[in-house]
């Protein structure tokens, strides 16, 4: 008897232990993140992101190129070989040497044009990594919101299902009783298995959400969102002008447009300063080639532009300069769209939910228990129960659904304008 007792008890440390390292391994593989602490992590780890930041790099160094000045030119001339004295490499006293040394002197502001051209394109770069960042951000956030949505209505879902799972194990002891018939067991498993493929449904996009967020984060771990409740109240109402203001005083493809005007203009400047022929001075040396020994000469050397005048190019920057223009308005004629339809969503979003928190509140619960209680006590029929059970269950998702719509048309609206109000 003992012996049972210690094998009985033995069985149970058994179990014990190995829940206890079950639980451990899921904790030390599950990462608990807020909405801040996924921005964070991304900043820091996303691939694209470090990329596009090496770019901001690569286009600064542009600037520290544009700002050097070129290189002056040596050049020496030796004697190979004199057939007059039949002497090879003759280039003592006698023999024969020169030297030249040549300056480029830049003219007409190229040097500083092409100095503005480098800042612009830097500017660009980090307004490119800031919408990077912004269209990663508002993913990460949308993925989230959904997750823990997910998570919310999946607990329900396992809550529902073992409930369901106690009634059919008493129901089925009262089928082989003979006290209910065999086709309420039946519909109440059918019930069960529809309700089963809903939370495996569920679990499916739980899963697509988990792997969007875990590629972004560059991780491995299970991400379990912590995102608190969303307080309708603490909304603050903005005007459509001032959020069409503030998204094109934010939005980063809206000030890159911006810049590729300016680069366009800073090009034309650019085009027009090469027309204005730069400089070559020349001072060199020569032993006993010129006109006299030991010669010492200074010179310049300037292209005339008779024919090339750098003509098409100019034309061409003339082009882009208007072809930047249609593009800019372009651009923001979409943003104050996108704005407008935000907007609009997002209120939408808000009286709805509204709505339906003013529906929704413990007496689902309450109700679904006492439905559940009398049921089992067969007060409530069957049918009447499936009904209602069903109606519980569509109910809950739409709330999830709902709540999930809200927060993701926030992130919208902060999206599309390039800032976070919400």
């Known amino acids: 008897m003992k012996t049972k007792r210690k094998t009985i008890t033995l069985g149970l440390l058994i179990i014990v232990a190995a829940l206890f390292t079950s639980l451990q391994t899921k904790a030390a593989d599950s990462l608990r993140v807020t909405l801040l602490q996924a921005d964070s992590m991304f900043l820091a780890t996303n691939y694209q992101l470090l990329a596009a930041s090496m770019n901001i790099e690569a286009q600064k160094a542009q600037i520290i190129q544009a700002e050097l000045y070129p290189n002056p030119l040596f050049t020496a001339d030796f004697n190979a070989y004199d057939l007059e004295n039949n002497k090879p490499f003759h280039v003592g006293s006698t023999g024969q040497m020169g030297f030249q040394l040549e300056q480029l002197i830049i003219l007409g502001g190229k040097r500083q044009s092409e100095i503005d051209l480098a800042k612009t394109n830097a500017s660009i770069a980090e307004l490119e990594f800031r919408d990077l960042i912004r269209q990663l951000k508002f993913q990460i956030h949308s993925n989230l919101h959904s997750l823990n949505h997910q998570e919310v209505l999946l607990n329900k879902y396992n809550n529902q299902l073992r409930l369901l799972d106690t009634i059919l194990n008493s129901f089925q002891a009262q089928v082989s009783a003979g006290n209910i018939p065999l086709k309420d067991v039946v519909r109440l498993k059918v019930e069960y298995l529809n309700l089963n493929n809903d939370r495996a449904e569920l679990l499916k996009q739980m899963y697509d959400e988990r792997a969007k967020i875990q590629t972004i984060l560059r991780t491995n771990k299970i991400i379990v969102p912590i ?36 680069l366009a203009e800073q090009n034309l400047i650019y085009q027009k300063n090469l027309a204005i022929p730069d400089v070559n001075l020349i001072a060199s040396y020569d032993q006993r080639g010129g006109a006299f020994r030991n010669q010492f000469n200074i010179g310049f050397a300037v292209p005339l532009p008779f024919w090339n005048q750098n003509q098409g190019n100019i034309q061409a920057a003339s ?46 619960e309450i109700t679904l228990k006492g439905m559940s209680d009398n049921f089992q006590k067969r007060n409530v029929s069957l049918l009447e129960f499936v009904d209602f059970f069903e109606s519980y269950n569509s109910a809950e998702a739409e709330i999830a659904r709902i709540k999930t719509q809200l927060a993701v048309s926030a992130e919208q609206l902060n999206f599309s304008i390039g800032k976070d109000i919400y």
Not at 236 to 259: G, M, P, T, V
């Open 227 to 262: 995102i608190g409740v969303i307080d309708v109240a603490s909304f603050k109402i903005f005007d459509i002008e001032e959020l069409n203001q503030i998204a094109l005083s934010n939005r980063s493809d809206y000030l890159i447009s911006q810049q590729n005007k300016t």
């Open 319 to 364: 082009h882009k300069i208007k072809q930047a223009e249609y593009t800019d308005l372009d651009i923001k004629n979409s943003i104050l769209a996108d704005v407008q339809n935000s907007y609009s969503l997002f209120n939408q979003a808000v009286v709805e939910y509204k709505k339906a928190m003013a529906l929704y509140n413990s007496d689902f």
